[in-house]
């Protein structure tokens, strides 16, 4: 039985046990964080006078305990009635060895959201990265002198050999290429913030991409005219969107292949944080291509620095580009099907001066208090 308590505690989402009239006969740690009450005050009530929710599901909660078989509801909003209510997924089973016992754990699904989309660079990562810094230092030097080496030897070489001196020239320059990505991580330093317009950042990867790795590419610009300026690095943002430019490019490959930059507006956007406090990011970016989509397999990992679904590629893409947003407290997301991939950037705006509206002499009045 210990052992049956232990699992139920470390439950990591909430979770209550019902008897065969309804009635809560316990809840799990997570449960009492959910409902904000403890388990004491609350064993013995109504669970649905507790948890409120907004689909008719009584009936089928009823049949689920006389088949006795475990029932799945997706997407109900269930609230506390001290709270907003939240999007959850229900999963209800009958309780083995309790006639008419029903366990009911709920899954906030914005909790399942952020999980996986948390792409700020985890700290497994970041250390793996500052590895690879260090390493990638260390081998270039020794690398040039390889490269120097293997092209002296190859004057004296017949042609034959001289193949093989030539593999080793090239793979050296693949590898100082990787290495050069690498220490990309090392020398970026925190973001200069201050005010950009986002399309002029745009423009400049377009037509950046559309002279070099993107030639093939048509790219549309979506843009919404009045998005106000954005608070970040000119410089970072344009590497970010180069980057993701890039990846599309190549997943469309030499059939080409068409590119939407969707700019908007989202006034409700926000970013909630662990510490509970929010950030608006309303600045909406949105890199939209028409290839084949991320490759299934990594789909979940492609912010990972060092997951690649290119033979030649490296992963760093991807990873710089989330390192980026996330010293710009901004936020990445992707969704992804065949035939649509959506990069969505979200960041925050600068914050509109009162000084305009403010007349002179408030403006006075204002200084006059400060003094
Ligand atoms: N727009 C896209 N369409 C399809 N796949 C993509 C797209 N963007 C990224 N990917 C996938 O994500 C992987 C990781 O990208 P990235 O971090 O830039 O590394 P790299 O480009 O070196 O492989 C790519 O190899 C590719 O498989
Ligand atoms: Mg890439």
Same mark, same amino acid.
């Given at each position: 039985?210990?052992? !049956?308590?232990?699992?139920? $505690? ?12 309804? +009635? ?10 959910? @409902? ?35 029932? %799945? ?11 907003? &209510? ?12 309790? &006639?008419?016992?029903? #366990? ?9 959201? *952020? ?8 700290? $497994? ?8 810094? #260090?390493? $990638? ?7 040039? /002198? ?6 002296? @030897? ?30 990309? %991580? ?6 200069? #913030?201050?005010?950009? +317009? ?12 559309? @002279? ?16 106000? #300026? ?12 180069? +980057? ?8 469309? /490959?030499?059939? /080409? ?11 409700? %956007? ?18 939209? !291509?028409?290839? &084949? ?5 990594? $789909? ?9 679904? *290119?033979?030649? /590629? ?14 710009? !407290? ?7 099907? &065949? ?33």
């Amino acid at each position: 039985m210990m052992e !049956d308590d232990a699992v139920w $505690a470390s439950l990591p989402v909430p979770a209550l046990l019902l008897d065969e009239d309804d +009635n809560i006969v316990a809840i799990n740690p997570a449960a009492e964080g959910f @409902l904000n009450t403890s388990s004491k005050s609350i064993n013995g009530q109504k669970v649905w006078e507790k948890v409120m929710i907004d689909s008719p599901l009584e009936d089928a909660f009823e049949r689920a305990r006389k088949t006795s078989s475990p029932l %799945f509801v997706n997407d109900v909003d269930v609230g506390t009635g001290e709270r907003a &209510p939240l999007h959850c997924n229900l999963q209800i089973a009958p309780m083995a060895g309790q &006639p008419g016992h029903m #366990m009911f754990l709920i899954s906030p699904r914005e909790l399942a959201g *952020r999980l996986t989309q948390d792409h700020t660079v985890k700290s $497994a990562a970041k250390s793996a990265i500052g590895m690879a810094e #260090m390493l $990638a230092h260390e081998i270039k030097n020794p690398l040039a /002198g390889i490269t120097g080496a293997a092209q002296l @030897l190859s004057m004296n070489l017949s042609a034959q050999d001289q193949e093989l001196t030539d593999l080793i020239v090239a793979e050296s320059r693949r590898i100082v290429k990787l290495l050069e990505q690498v220490e990309q %991580f090392g020398n970026l330093t925190l973001p200069d #913030m201050r005010p950009v +317009n986002i399309h002029d950042v745009l423009d400049r990867a377009r037509r950046s991409a559309l @002279l070099g790795f993107g030639a093939q590419m048509k790219i549309i610009e979506d843009y919404d005219p009045s998005l106000p #300026m954005a608070l970040g690095d000119p410089d970072q943002l344009l590497q970010v969107v180069l +980057n993701l430019l890039k990846n599309a490019s190549e997943a469309a /490959g030499s059939a /080409g292949g068409t590119i939407r930059l969707h700019t908007f507006f989202e006034h409700s %956007f926000r970013l909630r944080r662990s510490d509970g406090e929010g950030r608006a990011l309303p600045l909406q970016i949105e890199i939209i !291509d028409d290839g &084949p989509g991320l490759p299934p397999d990594i $789909a979940g990992d492609i912010f990972d620095p060092f997951v690649s679904g *290119r033979e030649n /590629g490296t992963g760093l893409g991807l990873a710089l580009v989330s390192k980026i947003m996330s010293d710009h !407290d901004g936020w990445i997301s992707v969704t992804s099907v &065949p035939g649509k991939t959506v990069f969505r950037l979200s960041l925050p705006m600068v914050k509109p001066k009162k000084a305009k509206s403010a007349t002179a002499k408030s403006a006075k009045a204002k200084s006059s208090k400060e003094s």
